[in-house]
């Protein structure tokens, strides 16, 4: 009996120490000891199942971020391979110059934009507008364009600059995966909207950064 009254003590002086501990601990960090134990913020929106492990610690500038690529199970979706290339909205891509009323709008009617859901041209007939694809190492796109020479399983993926284009892309075979196929419509709203979930804000954010 003794012996049992002695560990019942030991136990609870160890509960009681490691209350202490977390309790000092917070006062002097300031940091929630449950942000220690549990590091990894909750599965984000959009039914996607998150994926966590080493290879979604990146490096950026020193610092780990988290990778979409590598943050969703993205086998869940169906996928295709496609031949990306990158445009712009100056002469170089569409005939037209700064000056030019239509300059910069897409065929859906939205401004281009590069985002985490950037506007891209697809063949209409494969991806309607609207239509929503995960591509790896560019990021959301959404269906807003066509080209006369965007036929078949081909993409061109919306860059601001001719530079962009050629550091960031250049021309490549990639497996996209379609996340919501579009019923032949986007607005500015839709496309802001998809921009501004609370819950995608921490990989806005890093791409956001990336640019300045």
Do not use: C
Not at 115 to 121: C, F, K, N, P, R
Not at 147 to 171: F, M, N, P, S
Request: net charge neutral.
């Amino acid at each position: 009996m003794n012996g049992f009254r002695q560990f019942v003590r030991r136990t609870a002086m160890t509960l009681l120490f490691l209350a202490a501990l977390f309790a000092t601990f917070e006062s002097v960090s300031g940091v929630d000891a449950k942000t220690v134990l549990h590091p990894f913020p909750s599965a984000l929106s959009m039914d996607h199942q998150p994926v966590w492990g080493m290879k979604e610690l990146a490096k950026n500038g020193g610092r780990s971020v988290l990778r979409l690529e590598d943050h969703f199970d993205w086998s869940k979706y169906p996928s295709v391979e496609v031949v990306a290339t990158g445009y712009t909205a100056g002469i170089e891509s569409t005939g037209k110059t700064p000056d030019h009323p239509e300059y910069g709008i897409t065929y859906s009617g939205v401004r281009v934009k590069r985002d985490l859901y950037s506007t891209i041209a697809a063949d209409l007939s494969i991806f309607p507008i609207g239509t929503i694809l995960f591509i790896p190492g560019y990021g959301f796109g959404v269906v807003a364009d066509k080209g006369g020479a965007i036929k078949g399983h081909r993409l061109d993926l919306y860059y601001e600059t001719v530079e962009d284009v050629y550091k960031y892309w250049g021309k490549r075979k990639v497996q996209v995966y379609i996340i919501q196929k579009g019923d032949g419509k986007l607005s500015e709203e839709e496309l802001k909207r998809l921009n501004e979930d609370e819950t995608m804000q921490v990989f806005r954010q890093q791409y956001l950064e990336s640019k300045s």
